[in-house]
């Protein structure tokens, strides 16, 4: 599972304590499946907001843990079908895990 703090300095005021995306695989192990959680919880304590894509099954139990903890929930799976339209081609985020800084279309 890879998590990544999101650059909420532009987003609305229910993103600014923060956000973090959750990726996993697509057969998550029991192990992943409570870093997950953990995780998720961990942030959502302190009122950051959650981004995932709910159709995968790491994404899924990230918008469960999320709304559970009452904290903002951004699906990625229609940010991803909205983006294929052509239309939002030109925004970005700033995406930092362990290897630094990237610029990457979110």
């Not at 890879?2 to 956000?19: A, C, K, N, S």
């Not at 959650?50 to 951004?74: K, M, Q, R, S, Y």
Request: hydrophobic residues 35%; glycine residues 12%; contains cysteine.
């Amino acid at each position: 599972m890879r998590v990544f703090i999101i650059d909420t300095t532009h987003m609305g005021p229910e993103l600014q304590r923060g956000l973090i995306g959750v990726v996993g695989s697509t057969s998550p192990t029991p192990e992943e499946k409570k870093e997950c959680v953990d995780t998720v919880s961990r942030y959502a304590v302190d009122g950051w907001a959650i981004a995932a894509d709910p159709d995968t099954p790491i994404g899924h139990l990230a918008a469960l843990t999320a709304e559970t903890a009452c904290v903002p929930f951004v699906n990625l799976g229609r940010i991803r079908a909205y983006r294929s339209h052509g239309v939002g081609s030109q925004a970005h985020n700033h995406l930092i895990d362990s290897g630094g800084v990237r610029d990457g279309i979110g």
